[in-house]
């Protein structure tokens, strides 16, 4: 069975990016979140997928303008139900403070190469926290840049079906794919799901010594389909739903 990866935490019955989707994903035995980190104006990492406040905020601040006190000010959690109203935007250092000991933690870093040092400076030296993290992004120089200093860390390089043009990650995107992972030294890839796949580009992967993982996966028989081809994870909004699914088969 592949890894359970907890989208922005439980983000289907809990504000998406907060501790209480965090807590509530290990709750529902997810074996790793997935949360997505920004860069505010006082170089404070937080987590936060949008770079404004809008659309999961009670006001709109762009994160790059703000700091991280203004930041505070903001309710992150009332517009999912009236249970989570006062929940904040956190830190990056906060969410960290919340990991299991055995627990992974997917990384997307959504800003640019303005993060790098922050987030160098907070994790160099710790190789037992890089090792429980996942570096994940769209941006591919970003991430071989992030990897060469915290090379402790795995990182997935995400890849949208849209940015290939395909409907299918065939044996010519999958070997574009496999030669740019390599050439970066990363470890692997984070795939869009709405692209299908067939086990034998999984295997490719596995045979280049690549990690080939899922996003995002609500649906049991897409994610049936698939675990059947040996993905390593499947990143699902669902984490503890997901999961029944498959312990009902």
């Known amino acids: 069975m592949p890894q359970i990866i907890a989208h922005r935490g439980a983000s289907f019955d809990a504000p998406e990016n907060t501790i209480a989707a965090i807590t509530l994903a290990w709750q529902q035995r997810a074996d ?64 960290l403070a919340t990991l299991p000991a055995q627990g992974r933690l997917f990384v997307e870093v959504k800003c640019g190469d303005e993060i790098i040092k922050p987030l160098s400076d907070q994790l160099a030296g710790n190789v ?5 993290l996942v570096l994940i992004g769209f941006n591919a120089p970003l991430i071989e840049n992030i990897k060469r200093k915290l090379n402790a860390m795995t990182a997935l390089l995400c890849v949208s079906a849209n940015d290939v043009d395909t409907v299918a990650w065939d044996e010519a995107s ?10 970066r030294k990363l470890d692997g890839v984070d795939l869009d799901a709405k692209g299908s796949i067939e086990r034998e580009a999984v295997e490719r992967f596995h045979h280049a010594d690549l990690s080939c993982c899922f996003w995002t996966v609500d649906d049991p028989a897409d994610a049936r389909q698939l675990a059947q081809c040996g993905v390593d994870g499947l990143t699902t909004n669902r984490p503890e739903w997901l999961r029944e699914r498959f312990a009902s088969e």
Do not use: N
């Open 32 to 95: 790793a979140v997935e949360i997505d980190i920004r860069l505010t104006k006082d170089l404070q990492i937080v987590a936060i997928h949008d770079a404004d406040t809008a659309r999961t905020c009670d006001r709109q601040m762009v994160i790059a303008e703000s700091t991280y006190a203004e930041l505070r000010q903001a309710d992150a959690g009332r517009w999912k139900g009236s249970e989570y109203q006062g929940e904040r935007v956190p830190r990056f250092a906060d969410i």
């Open 128 to 132: 037992k926290l890089q090792s429980q």
């Open 174 to 183: 999958v070997e574009r794919l496999i030669d740019e992972v390599k050439q």
